[in-house]
């Protein structure tokens, strides 16, 4: 009996997955996820929601998935709600959340999937440069680690501006114009402005950047992860309904018009904002803002495959 309960001991250590090899599969199942979110938005702009309802209705549902789960697994290290905690939960929610989406789908509403894939590369070199000017990431450029981290910062954001500023020629297309999916309307369609789209994504990736770099020193004073991504939710859709309520004066604007604008709504919900959102943080707490940021190209890779894939989007040079 003893050597069983040994060997099985034994048999649980090896089994256990390595703390770094947990981060990297967090990592990519969020990739994934967001991928696939790219292509899920881009169905439900061309299906005609509206720009702001959408996502008061995602983080609503984001919300309600997150906030059972934090009341009820973090009652005995949640620490006492002050005002100093709320009021950073309220700004890292309206940037973090409304105004990071709020640019998103304006973005992507403007352009393409893949684009709005491509021009989020820029984020590891801006949380990079936020993390080493509030000096949560050591820059030594006397050695070979340091420079490789400027060169890199660099060339990502240069990669960045020239997707944002030059849209090339068509290198690729995987559909005739008479074959293409019904839904497949993209940023080149007319009454998009492709440079507006471009504008709009920079700044949902710098709101991004913000809010990895930002959640790094507010999870040492509150390390209740999931508590403080359900605040931050709860703020965003405080947010977005007023703003909602402002401008979108038109009730069928709030309607939910079919079954597959329920599917978007969520999948964008549960998947690209709660699951995202639970991963992100307890990435950013186990592994650092950087090692988030660094994930991203992998997404961009992801996204053009499944919209080429179920969009029939076409490849430019740049």
């Known amino acids: ?34 991928a696939v979110n790219h292509v899920i938005m881009r169905v439900a702009l061309n299906m005609g929601v509206s720009k702001l309802v959408f996502p008061f209705y995602r983080n609503i549902l984001a919300l309600l998935a997150l906030a059972p789960s934090a009341y009820f697994l973090e009652k005995k290290k ?34 393409s999937p893949s684009l709005a894939s491509a021009t989020e590369n820029s984020v590891p070199a801006v949380t990079f440069i936020m993390a080493a000017l509030l000096r949560m990431e050591q820059v030594h450029l006397d050695r070979k680690d340091g420079i490789v981290k400027v060169l890199g910062t660099i060339a990502s954001v240069a990669g960045a501006l020239v997707i944002t500023l030059y849209k090339g020629p068509t290198v690729y297309t995987p559909n005739s114009p ?65 703003i909602a309520a402002t401008i979108e004066r ?16 969520f999948y964008a919900g549960l998947v690209a904002s709660a699951m995202v959102f639970a991963i992100q943080i307890y ?7 950087l ?9 961009t890779l992801l996204a053009a495959l499944i919209a080429t894939v179920t969009l029939g989007e076409e490849f430019y040079l740049g």
């Open 1 to 34: 009996m003893a050597e069983a309960g040994s060997g099985l001991a034994s048999a649980t250590r090896t089994c256990r997955v390595p703390e770094r090899a947990k981060l990297h599969i967090a990592m990519t199942i969020f990739q994934l996820g967001y």
């Open 78 to 111: 949640r620490p006492a709600l002050t005002i100093s905690f709320l009021i950073q939960f309220f700004f890292l929610g309206f940037i973090g959340i409304t105004l990071n989406q709020g640019f998103y789908i304006f973005g992507l509403d403007n352009t």
């Open 178 to 242: 008479s074959n293409k999916p019904h839904f497949s309307s993209l940023g080149d369609a007319e009454g998009k402005n492709w440079t507006i789209g471009c504008l709009c994504l920079v700044g949902h990736s710098l709101c991004w950047s913000s809010w990895i770099v930002l959640q790094a020193p507010v999870l040492k004073k509150y390390p209740a992860r999931l508590s403080f991504v359900s605040y931050a939710c709860f703020f965003a859709v405080l947010q977005f309904g007023a």
């Open 250 to 265: 038109d009730l069928r604007s709030w309607q939910v018009h079919s079954g597959s604008e329920v599917f978007t709504i």
């Open 283 to 289: 990435v950013v707490d186990r592994g650092g803002p």
């Open 291 to 299: 090692f988030v940021s660094m994930y991203l190209p992998l997404q």
